[in-house]
């Protein structure tokens, strides 16, 4: 049976070190995310754009920039990611920059509590995400919505979920990290967090990672995919703030979303961090677009 999908634009780039994240839902349905998706037979639904704070870009203040407004954003995702996956529909977030992490993925550990599901996280990005107020040196909230989660941060962004912290750490893999700061890096060494990093990639090959990463998934697994585009190696996809070289190639990015779309359970998903002012020609959106049809089935295969 075909998930009906919802599609939910997040146009801000409040958590975020540059702007232009704002811009990432309307570049993404430029790139024809609806009649690609509806091209495999999917019912889509594009629920327009969430409303929240301007982006006042001011400085850090007690180590977090803008959070009020974070906060803010955060809770219209987690509101209509919530509605979505109660009415039994398939959520696609359109980031936006990845602090909105933090009310999608709230969103659906609270749908997994309410469902009796478990539930399993992908994140696909360069960084862990892992920092906090203490260890960022730019209090920018993009670089901490994995600790948020996991229950390291400010009171008013941990509690969104309705439960501290929102997720256990154990249902996180993350995958393509390649930039860590050295104190999130311990962080994350405590908390046990599952990491297949680019040296890890590079040494085992995408399709064993996968095998891992996907590992014990069942018929009752929620799994939820937070999808960075800076994922990606620069020299594909260039329309992110934060690039770092050495990411996944295209070849290796498609086997990854072949082998998430072959377990049949991805359930929500999240774009992050496209940024239409930093690409070129919209070809880090389409790239993107093209990636997450082979999220819900266009296979380069041509076995039976």
Request: net charge negative; with cysteine; hydrophobic share 40%.
């Amino acid at each position: 049976m075909n998930p009906s999908i919802s599609l939910i634009g997040a146009p801000t780039d409040i958590g975020a070190g540059s702007r232009g994240a704002s811009m990432g839902p309307e570049a993404l349905r430029v790139a024809g995310i609806v009649p690609v998706l509806q091209g495999h037979g999917l019912e889509v639904l594009d629920r327009g754009n969430l409303t929240g704070p301007a982006n006042p870009w001011l400085p850090p203040v007690n180590g977090y920039r803008h959070l009020d407004e974070v906060v803010a954003w955060n809770l219209a995702v987690h509101q209509a990611m919530h509605t979505e996956l109660a009415l039994g529909r398939l959520p696609i977030l359109l980031g936006g920059d990845h602090c909105l992490g933090i009310g999608s993925i709230s969103a659906v550990a609270r749908h997994c509590r309410e469902a009796g599901k478990k539930l399993r996280v992908l994140w696909l990005d360069a960084h862990a995400d892992f920092n906090t107020n203490t260890l960022t040196p730019s209090g920018n909230i993009h670089g901490m919505p994995v600790a948020c989660l996991c229950g390291h941060g400010p009171q008013a962004l941990i509690e969104i979920g309705g439960v501290v912290p929102a997720i256990n750490p154990k249902v996180i893999r993350q995958i393509g990290i390649r930039s860590v700061d050295a104190g999130e890096k311990r962080l994350v060494h405590e908390t046990d967090l599952e990491v297949f990093d680019m040296r890890y990639i590079d040494e085992m090959g995408m399709r064993h990672t996968m095998e891992l990463a996907l590992a014990t998934i069942d018929a009752n697994t929620h799994l939820h995919v937070s999808f960075d585009v800076d994922f990606l190696d620069p020299d594909i996809a260039p329309g992110v703030g934060t690039t770092v070289k050495g990411g996944p190639t295209y070849r290796e990015a498609q086997l990854c979303m072949e082998m998430i779309a072959d377990t049949g359970r991805l359930a929500s998903l999240d774009v992050m961090e496209l940024n239409p002012a930093l690409d070129v020609r919209n070809r880090t959106a389409e790239l993107a677009v093209d990636l997450i049809e082979s999220l819900f089935g266009k296979s380069t295969l041509m076995r039976k």
